[in-house]
């Protein structure tokens, strides 16, 4: 494990209620599955064998290649074997980002998935990716170090990598050509995204986009990783997350986000983030 790494910790919810880095090395990693989370995360791929699917685009990465993933975009990492798997993530808290941005610098501007020629993946030129890398490696040290101002150096990093990260994504004219997914694949997403509310099975989808079930299925799992089921109950748990965080009561979250009672949305709850929906909310009220 090279210098300055830590071990690798599978946990998808930070404790630092700032930012948060890590230096990763694996020889052999266990599948990782899809999943989402509140915070603003960078990656910065370094070695291995990897393929990236973020909402329904797969990107093949290549040692340089940043990836923006914003809070609740649902992505997935598969890791292919043999090869050791280094990267380089940080995490940045949502409420400590828009602090950041108070100052007249919009900083989340990177992520924002309206914006003109928006991309998940950044690929630097070759000088730009070795000063990025450069960057993250000063910051990663600092953040777990002991020493005298470690904590404020490494707070002076992070700014200046959100500025160089951004003017990269603002002058991006050309960026990498992702992965296309299939049209019927783009249809249904949308779709769900507009009617997660709704009574929304895979058999309702198949009529709605004229298909058989078993094709639907079969190229929703290709692309997205995992199943339509899994993907609407995906979609329901974070909008829940959201209203709660906005004050919304658990008893009336579950109504606005298609679980058809209480106990089907605390069962689901509580299984994906291991926290009952009350708690959820008194922790973030």
């Known amino acids: 494990m090279p210098i300055n790494a830590q071990r690798f910790d599978s946990r998808q919810s930070m404790k630092n209620k700032r930012f948060e880095i890590f230096h ?21 791929f370094l070695s291995g064998n990897v393929r990236f699917r973020i909402e329904g685009q797969t990107f093949d990465l290549e040692p340089g290649d940043l990836l923006l993933i914003s809070p609740q ?43 003109p020629n928006h991309t998940n993946l950044l690929r630097p030129a070759k000088i730009r990716r070795v000063s990025m890398g450069q960057l993250l490696e000063r910051m990663n040290r600092e953040y777990h170090s002991s020493e005298l101002g470690s904590e404020v150096y490494a707070q002076g990093l992070l700014l200046q990598f959100l500025v160089e990260l951004n003017r990269m994504a603002r002058s991006n004219a050309n960026p990498p050509q992702k992965q296309e997914e299939p049209d019927l694949v783009s249809q249904v997403l949308t779709y769900i995204g507009n009617h997660y509310q709704e009574n929304i099975t895979l058999e309702s989808l198949a009529a709605e986009f004229y298909v058989s079930k078993y094709h639907l299925s079969h190229e929703f799992s290709n692309r997205v990783g995992t199943s339509i ?4 109950i995906f979609r329901r748990l974070m909008q829940a997350r959201e209203l709660m965080a906005l004050g919304q009561a658990p008893g009336m979250v579950y109504q606005n986000c298609g679980f058809g009672d209480y106990a089907n949305f605390y069962r689901a709850f509580k299984g994906e983030y291991g926290i009952s929906p009350r708690d959820f909310a008194a922790n973030v009220s």
């Open 229 to 232: 089921y899994r993907y609407v």
């Open 73 to 115: 975009e649902l992505h997935q990492p598969e890791i292919g074997p043999d090869d050791p798997y280094e990267r380089i993530v940080l995490w940045i808290d949502r409420s400590y980002m828009t602090a950041l941005c108070a100052d007249g610098v919009d900083f989340a501007a990177c992520f924002d998935r309206e914006a």
């Open 24 to 44: 990763y090395r694996d020889q052999k990693l266990e599948n990782i599955s899809v999943h989402h989370h509140d915070f603003y995360e960078i990656y910065l």
